[in-house]
């Protein structure tokens, strides 16, 4: 078996299926579209060469930065609620809590929903007229804050960001509790003997040695807010006045519903290196330290 494994034709057999289906289905559609946000076309005929335009552009378009500013303040949110809360549950449910196992799938299982059915779901909650907590709200004594939740300019963004911190709060728990799991027992167990508290224990050892798993989740989150799209589309459709727009819902209404192909794909060019840039900078910020 060994002498299969270190021969180069047949790694190169096992990793050309991979190879060709990650070029035609990531590498080919980004140069694609790295071409298209060159042009001034409308998605039917020839297109006219017009170089940055589309990006000089796009920099100067209101709408662009505030899209932007709300993948931000997604990413600012998954990063400072989020991933704390699925850290805390990872390390309590590390620390061979009763009924670890019957948590762990409970809070996997809103990772296992199809995101749409998430908004649909959340968008009856949120309903103003028989969603579910508004009625909470007017049974508790609190019929004053009862309000169109998704329909508001204050409260639109801050409602759509909660069922994606429903959804994936369990999915980063799942990572960390991996990590978590992943520590030696024995240098655990030095730590009791040395009489260090379980905080001591979790933030001293248990924290530095699931650096690697962290990262992990940062990217994954951090890139998961950039590229949000489907539930923003269903719950709000980046409604209203635009004060849930992301740049990806902005990038589908302006190839599909005004026909502006070019300046679609400039954005969609703009979502990719934005990702990769925070990917490596998170990647370098961890190396660092």
């Known amino acids: 078996m060994n002498s299969v494994f270190s021969n180069k034709g047949t790694i190169a057999v096992f990793v050309l299926p991979t190879l060709i289906l990650f070029c035609g289905i990531v590498l080919i559609p980004i140069f694609v579209s790295s071409y298209y946000s060159l042009l001034d076309w ?141 520590v030696s027992q024995d240098v655990l167990e030095a730590a009791r003997m040395d009489g260090a508290s379980r905080l001591r224990t979790a933030w001293s050892i248990m924290i530095p040695l699931m650096k690697p798993i962290l990262k992990v989740s940062l990217v994954f989150s951090v890139i998961g807010a950039f590229k949000v799209f489907d539930l923003i589309y269903v719950l709000t459709g980046g409604g209203p006045f635009y004060t849930t727009e992301v740049p990806s819902t902005l990038m589908y209404a302006t190839i599909f519903d005004t026909f502006r192909y070019g300046y679609g794909s400039a954005i969609s060019v703009f979502i990719i290196v934005e990702c990769l840039v925070c990917t490596i900078l998170i990647n370098s910020l961890f190396k660092t330290e």
């Open 42 to 182: 409308n998605g039917v005929g020839r297109g006219t060469f017009i170089g940055l335009d589309n990006y000089v552009e796009m920099f100067k378009d209101t709408r662009v930065l505030n899209s932007i500013k709300n993948s931000l303040l997604f990413a600012g949110a998954s990063v400072f609620i989020q991933l704390p809360i699925s850290l805390v549950l990872a390390l309590i449910l590390a620390s061979n809590a009763k009924g670890e196992g019957f948590y762990r799938t409970v809070y996997f299982i809103p990772v296992l929903i199809s995101t749409v059915v998430i908004a649909q779901l959340w968008s009856k909650i949120y309903n103003a007229d028989y969603g579910l907590l508004n009625v909470l709200l007017q049974n508790i004594g609190l019929a004053h804050w009862a309000q169109d939740w998704l329909g508001q300019k204050h409260t639109a963004l801050a409602a759509s960001f909660i069922p994606t911190l429903w959804q994936y709060v369990g999915y980063h728990m799942l990572l960390m509790y991996a990590g978590a799991k992943s």
